[in-house]
């Protein structure tokens, strides 16, 4: 098993950036394939951006493409989802998870994952 934890959310201005990270323990991180997910107030959780488990394959959503970037450190067993120009849209509870890698690419479906964090907020101010 796996076990995370978020952090780096907060309150930034519309325009602002913000780092987030996801600190795995446990079994060897990179024998996961991970991503990030978020939940708005009365919206169901969806898909951000994932990254397989050496990280030379990342997708997002439509949504951040071009604005957040996902990467990892397997040294580190962390994950981290770099948020620029962030638009009070982006405001949600930001969830990370992790799937036991069964291929070399990413997946982007919150079914796929079986572990997740507690979540960190973001807040996006107009």
């Known amino acids: 098993q796996v076990q995370l934890v978020e952090s780096g959310g907060g309150l930034v201005q519309a325009g602002g950036s913000l780092r987030l990270s996801c600190a795995a323990s446990?079994?060897?991180?990179?024998?996961?394939?991970m991503g990030w997910f978020r939940q708005a107030p009365g919206k169901e959780r969806e898909f951000v951006a994932a990254i397989n488990w050496s990280g030379d394959s990342t997708s997002y959503a439509d949504s951040v493409k071009g604005r957040f970037t996902i990467s990892r450190d397997n040294a580190k067993s962390t994950m981290y989802l770099q948020m620029n120009s962030l638009e009070p849209e982006d405001t949600a509870v930001y969830y990370c998870a992790a799937v036991y890698r069964r291929y070399s690419g990413t997946y982007s479906s919150k079914f796929q994952y079986g572990y997740w964090g507690q979540g960190t907020q973001v807040t996006v101010s107009s």
């Open positions: 446990g079994r060897t991180f990179s024998s996961y394939a």
